[in-house]
């Protein structure tokens, strides 16, 4: 699996982050893990998208659906921007279990082969285990690596929400105590991300934030050596962007991305990498 024709748009939502790439033609047939791993590993650096209610509501978690939606004023939605920044950036380089079944069926079955599910237990298992929803998946996609970022540890991949690179099993890779998932053995990739927001006060930070914070970012040197840590540990580094009250990412995360994607194909170079 060659990066530069595979790299896959990690999309849609909070809750459910999911790969696709339309390379494999028959993703029924089971290819060993092994193999499968390092095809997984190629994929190394992509985005990581939340633009949902969360996005207008200027807060992180997304409220309840009692609650009065007039702050909901999306008037656009431009995928094709996000695609683009997705690939500038990387040059050459739920509620009841029949539901989430019903959902994981469609994903499963209506579209392209599935790299990984990258699954959100903030809100809970959907009433379906994490092994259970491992299970379901591998049914008609048993090539798809499935990873949960907290909760029961079940799957191939490890997640590591607001992580670093490093090896699998490396304690000092996680954000919190509660990310590690300690006396799993059947990991066999490892994914980190973190918003391209900066720390700040008030707004949200996987979610785009505030218009007082339009300007901040992490700059393009950081997250390309994270990238460098991705590829010296076989990581998948997802770095997360929010769109903004227009559906567009923006201006300062398409310029940073734009650089990064530059250091990445050594169209221009860092004096220094640690």
Known sequence: MNQRNTFSLLLIGSLLIACFSCKTKDYTKKID???????????????????????????EATPTLDKDASYFKATACDTDQWC?????????????????????KEL?????????????????????SHKETVEWIHRVQPNCFVGFNTGEAAGRLDLRERGRPGPIGDENAV????????????????????PILPEHKGG???????????????PAEKIYQDYIGAEKYGNIFSIDV?????????????????????????????????
């Open 84 to 104: 683009k920044v997705a690939k500038d950036g990387g040059r050459n380089g739920g509620t009841h279990p029949e539901m989430k079944k019903a959902q994981l």
């Open 175 to 194: 954000w919190k105590k509660h990310h590690f998932k300690e006396g799993y053995d059947d990991f066999l990739v490892a994914e980190f991300t973190y």
């Open 33 to 59: 893990d092994k193999v499968r791993a390092e095809q997984i590993k190629e994929m190394k650096f992509g985005m990581f998208i939340c633009w949902l209610y969360s996005t207008f509501y200027g807060k």
């Open 242 to 274: 929010g769109p903004d009250y227009d559906g567009k990412i923006r201006d300062v995360d398409v310029k940073t991305l734009q650089k990064v994607g530059k250091y990445i194909s050594g169209e221009i170079k860092l004096t220094e990498v640690k």
């Open 108 to 128: 499963c079955t209506r579209y392209c082969p599935i790299e990984f599910f990258w699954m959100d237990h903030s809100r809970g298992d959907g009433g379906l």
């Open 204 to 218: 949200a930070d996987w979610f785009y934030s505030l218009p007082e914070h339009d300007k901040l970012c992490h």
